[in-house]
């Protein structure tokens, strides 16, 4: 695979007995080969500064699709060299040449600087656009106020959102 210089991807499968973990191939039929990943990790940097990097439990590689998927993704963005948004989720799945990404099944992003957290049932990340977006119901909570909608196109650390469909917005009450 060859890379823009602008772009490094660091695809570290942590297979070494070193590290603990394992990697082992199944056959399956001839036509769909597998190689499943334990502690999978995939970074993404641009000019030597971390971007963002995905970690899962499990990585199961379809090598002819180009994709994983992953069990129990778990992402952290970066900006200025420190953590500003954390994601979570039970499922997701990482196309290897794009490296965009489709998470689903309880989907929480906590954005530290901007003191929000995010749940959604699905979210995709494009890497190329550096934008998460969903067409699934969303909420978002934040301590001045809770927002619900359907649809939403967010940056990773939620600075700048847009939801679609908004139905309500929750104002927490002021303590005293």
């Given amino acids: 695979m060859i890379l823009p210089p602008s ?11 070193a590290a603990g973990a394992g990697c082992r191939r199944i056959a399956g039929n001839a036509a769909t080969p597998l190689q499943i990943m334990e ?10 500064v971390l971007i963002w990097d995905l970690q899962a439990r499990t990585a199961v590689l379809h090598e002819e699709m180009g994709d994983a998927n992953l069990s129990e993704p778990r992402m952290q963005f970066y900006r200025g060299g420190k953590v500003a948004s954390k994601l979570s ?14 998470l689903s099944s309880s989907v929480v ?4 600087e901007e003191r929000a957290v995010l749940q959604t049932s699905t979210l995709a990340y494009s890497s190329k656009s550096n ?5 699934a119901e969303v909420q978002i909570h934040r301590p001045e106020g ?3 909608g359907r649809g939403m196109v967010a940056k990773p650390d939620l600075s700048e959102l847009h939801i679609f469909h908004q139905r309500s917005l929750v104002r927490k009450k002021a303590a005293g």
């Avoid at 502690?39 to 030597?48: I, K, P, V």
């Avoid at 992003?109 to 530290?112: G, K, L, S, T």
């Avoid at 934008?131 to 067409?135: A, R, S, V």
């Fill in 7 to 17: 772009r490094s991807v660091l695809v570290l499968a942590l297979a070494l007995i």
């Fill in 39 to 48: 502690d999978f990790t995939l970074r993404q940097s641009e000019r030597g």
């Fill in 89 to 102: 989720a039970l499922n997701g799945r990482v196309l290897m040449d794009t490296h965009d990404v489709w």
């Fill in 109 to 112: 992003v906590d954005a530290v």
């Fill in 131 to 135: 934008l998460f977006t969903t067409d």
């Fill in 146 to 148: 809770d927002l619900q």
